[in-house]
């Protein structure tokens, strides 16, 4: 079983900041990408970012030059720094795997966490 721990989400104002982290853990042998998704109400679940094992970037343009993601390989573990939050971006964020685990090569999934920009 391969575990997507997520933590970072909550409550900001316009204009403000959160670092999403995501850990993951159990029996992954190899880890390809890693990234994050997010889903609003009312709109379908899009990719927010994916970082390669090779450091190579990918982001959606409605978060460039706002957001960076990075990883650290050696704790198996993603982070998503978000800058100059506006309400757009409320949304659940699901931190995506997509590795080599005891039954193959597949995606994997964490379970959420909320992220609301509100004043």
């Known amino acids: 079983q391969v575990q997507l721990v997520e933590s970072g989400g909550g409550l900001v104002q316009p204009g403000g900041s959160l670092r999403l982290s995501c850990a993951a853990s159990?029996?992954?042998?190899?880890?390809?990408?890693m990234g994050w998704f997010r889903h609003a109400p009312d709109k379908q679940r899009e990719l927010v970012a994916h970082?390669?094992?090779?450091?190579?970037?990918n982001y959606s343009d409605s978060v460039k030059g706002r957001f960076t993601i990075s990883r650290d390989n050696a704790k198996n573990t993603v982070y998503l720094q978000m800058n100059s939050l506006n309400p757009e971006d409320t949304a659940v964020y699901y931190c995506?795997?997509?590795?080599?685990?005891?039954?193959?090569?597949?995606?994997?999934w964490g379970q959420g966490t909320q992220v609301t920009v509100s004043s």
């Open positions: 995506h795997l997509y590795g080599r685990g005891i039954t193959g090569t597949t995606n994997y």
């Open positions: 970082i390669t094992s090779g450091g190579d970037t």
């Open positions: 159990g029996s992954i042998f190899n880890i390809y990408v």
